[in-house]
């Protein structure tokens, strides 16, 4: 399962795992010296540093990275969390970043809330502890459930900041070098490194809609990173460290980052507003493979099936159509029958992720054009699209 990284009900229990592991120690009181053969030199083309050896890079420079950018990154702390511990106010603590000298920091959202889709409820108290000593109390400028991103400000008096550049993921390939700076199990300024293990990936967000676009990565993330920077070789933002895909609760090299385009997109709007809004079209979809198309005998072999249609929502209003009896192809279930969604607005749509990224640039009231396969015959539906629920409709 993926977890949030930074939930407050799991603060504690983190800092008292770190504190237990320190308490076992890794090694024993006897020590016993042994003379070590001679190295052999290394091959031309043999790794020469550890980062090196991880990462494939020998132009990607940890040292150089975590001294230039460490000093941007912080250590979240939030008190005042209701109905955390049966009832009673708790607090978490999380990492963020440094993104203006005015006094912005980035973390996510479920570093400074509790809850989910409608029931997320505001942190009471916010503070923000620097590496040089400094803490000072943060005001939650607004938040964004969907993409997991929060905005802080602080008075930036008397404070030295070093906002961190944020980067894109255009481009950005799998096998890249990466570093991680957070706050692992209340551990502050930690630093790991690894690479890219994956793109485009969707994760859970707090609401009953995913994201889309998550960095996949095998840098060492652990609870407490979440808020933390993702950073390149260069050391920009690629994301912010969220999530960990895990089945005992620890780390296990399978860590995700919301996509700093993604970011910035919230960045944008709660810096205007201090709230986000989505643009909603109101489907669940699957996408196709060759297969599928084959055994249903479908006009496409790549686009989006539309599965449901939540009743009241902007496709329904529009006429866009869903299956009505499940059926099972290769061990899962589908619901043939419904509408095929191949573009919007000229942009091809071949994934679910497709979907969602074509949405991105609209806003609800906006009316765009489906082209769609109905019945094996193209055809295009308009649909004015409506504003993203804090949860996900029932089906129609």
Not at 140 to 145: A, H, I, N, S
Request: one cysteine or more.
């Amino acid at each position: 399962m993926t977890t949030p990284l930074s939930r407050p009900a799991a603060a504690a229990a983190a800092i008292a795992a770190s504190a237990a592991l320190l308490a076992a120690g890794c090694g024993g009181s006897k020590t016993t010296t042994v003379t070590a053969p001679a190295a052999a030199a290394p091959a031309a083309d043999a790794p020469t540093t550890k980062a090196e050896a991880i990462t494939g890079s020998a132009s990607f420079s940890p040292e150089a990275i975590y001294k230039r950018e460490s000093p941007g990154v912080v250590t979240i702390i939030s008190a005042g969390l209701k109905g955390t511990t049966a009832g009673k106010n708790s607090g978490g603590l999380g990492s963020g970043f440094v993104i203006s000298s005015s006094g912005e920091v980035a973390t996510n959202a479920h570093v400074v809330t509790t809850g989910e889709g409608g029931a997320i409820r505001e942190a009471a108290r916010v503070y923000v502890k620097f590496d040089d000593g400094n803490e000072v109390s943060a005001k939650v400028v607004g938040f964004d459930p969907f993409a997991d991103v929060a905005l802080l400000k602080i008075d930036p008096s008397g404070l030295d900041l070093k906002p961190l550049p944020l980067g894109s993921t255009k481009g950005v390939k799998v096998g890249a070098p990466v570093a991680a700076i957070g706050s692992p199990f209340g551990e502050e300024q930690s630093l790991s490194i690894g690479v890219i293990s994956a793109t485009g990936r969707s994760i859970d967000s707090l609401t009953g809609f995913s994201t889309s676009g998550a960095i996949q990565t095998d840098a060492a993330i652990n609870h407490g990173n979440s808020g933390g920077p993702l950073l390149d070789a260069h050391g920009a933002v690629l994301g912010i460290n969220s999530q960990i895909q895990t089945e005992s609760g620890d780390g296990t090299g399978v860590g995700f980052a919301v996509p700093v385009d993604a970011v910035k997109h919230s960045l944008d709007q709660l810096r205007r507003t201090g709230k986000v809004s989505y643009a909603y079209l109101g489907v669940s979809s699957r996408a196709l493979y060759p297969q599928v198309a084959e055994h249903f005998k479908l006009p496409v072999s790549s686009g989006v099936w539309v599965q449901t249609v939540p009743k009241n929502g902007p496709a329904a209003a529009a006429g866009i159509r869903a299956g009505t009896k499940e059926e099972k192809f290769q061990e899962l279930p589908w619901i043939p029958g419904g509408d095929i969604i191949v573009g919007v607005d000229g942009t091809p749509v071949k994934k679910d992720d497709d979907l969602a990224a074509a949405l991105v640039p609209y806003k609800a009231g906006d009316t765009i054009t489906l082209k769609i396969y109905r019945d094996g015959k193209p055809m295009d539906v308009k649909v004015k699209l409506g504003e993203r629920p804090l949860t996900t409709p029932p089906s129609g």
